[in-house]
């Protein structure tokens, strides 16, 4: 008997196989499995009790879940506003600029090289009440008499988290809606040039609409990137005060390393996951419906 050969092709994918299978689909599985137990940490025998749906039904009639939810849901839609806003305005300047450009452009990236991580200890600093810039500067002008409690009153440490998070992804904006300028052809803005339009009115009914679709795709990639903020909450305020600024992924971890009912996390992850899913499929229907109206629609 002969033996069966593997196709060439699949010869070549087995290692990436076997590396994804063991890396992504065996703890996916493992995590979804444990989502229907009641496992704890501390007692390793509790992963091989089924619980059926218990803990989804637990997240999802859970007030510190839904109020987790509407922080990160009201984190995501300032932050992008924002960022869009802000990227917009840099993108038009950057593209005006005639001499190092190219210079702007890679000065432009530096705050997402940034590791979460950093960025939350620099503005953790930023925004500390004794030493912190903000204040500091605040108190030189004259502005204020006391320290501000930036990280300690809840208002005020989401005001932080977001300034954090606008800070380090504007740029993702900048430079997609930059890549859109590039992009934009030439034609219409001369033609709308001859028919007397304003610059304003030129940037509103040409320039704007052609740059929807790249100011879509940044809205969903950061809307994925922010329904799943961790980094940033965790190093400035850790979820406080009193769960102030607590959002999905702070929950979640907290239930899972903290509490360590990780079953109960697994699933409130499972939730949250299908959450930025949705997010993620209005902002691509937001660009087809953006690109069709440019007729660039399959």
């Not at 995590?31 to 009790?49: A, D, G, I, Q, V």
């Not at 997609?176 to 007397?196: C, M, R, S, T, W």
């Not at 909450?233 to 990780?262: C, F, K, S």
Request: with cysteine; hydrophobic share 55%.
């Amino acid at each position: 008997m002969t033996r069966a050969k593997l196709p060439p092709w699949l010869v070549l994918l087995l290692p990436a196989i076997v590396i994804i299978l063991a890396v992504v689909m065996v703890p996916l599985l493992l995590s979804l499995y444990s989502s229907f137990t009641p496992y704890h940490l501390t007692r390793p025998e509790t992963l091989w009790k089924w619980i059926g749906t218990f803990n989804y039904v637990k997240a999802a009639t859970d007030p510190n879940f839904w109020r987790a939810f509407g922080r990160t849901v009201l984190l995501l839609t300032i932050a992008l506003n924002l960022e869009m806003l802000l990227g917009l305005g840099l993108a038009l300047m950057v593209s005006k600029v005639t001499q190092g450009q190219r210079l702007l452009r890679t000065a432009m990236m530096f705050p997402m090289m940034f590791s979460p991580i950093l960025v939350g200890f620099q503005f953790k600093f930023i925004f500390n009440d004794n030493v912190g810039l903000v204040n500091n500067a605040l108190q030189s002008l004259g502005l204020t008499e006391r320290a501000i409690p930036w990280l300690v009153d809840g208002n005020l440490a989401l005001f932080a988290i977001i300034m954090a998070e606008v800070w380090t992804s504007t740029s993702v904006f900048a430079i997609l809606i930059l890549a859109g300028l590039f992009a934009l052809p030439q034609d219409p803005l001369e033609a709308a040039k001859v028919d007397g339009c304003t610059p304003w009115q030129s940037f509103r009914y040409v320039t704007l609409p052609f740059l929807m679709p790249f100011i879509y795709i940044a809205m969903a990639i950061r809307s994925l990137d922010v329904a799943r903020a961790y980094d940033i909450v965790q190093v400035m305020t850790n979820g406080g005060p009193a769960r102030r600024t607590e959002l999905l992924w702070t929950l979640i971890g907290r239930t899972g390393y903290v509490d360590a009912r990780m079953g109960y996390a697994n699933a409130m992850g499972y939730i949250a996951i299908l959450l930025s899913i949705a997010f993620t499929v209005y902002f691509f229907r937001k660009l087809q419906s953006a690109r069709r109206e440019l007729g660039m629609a399959d």
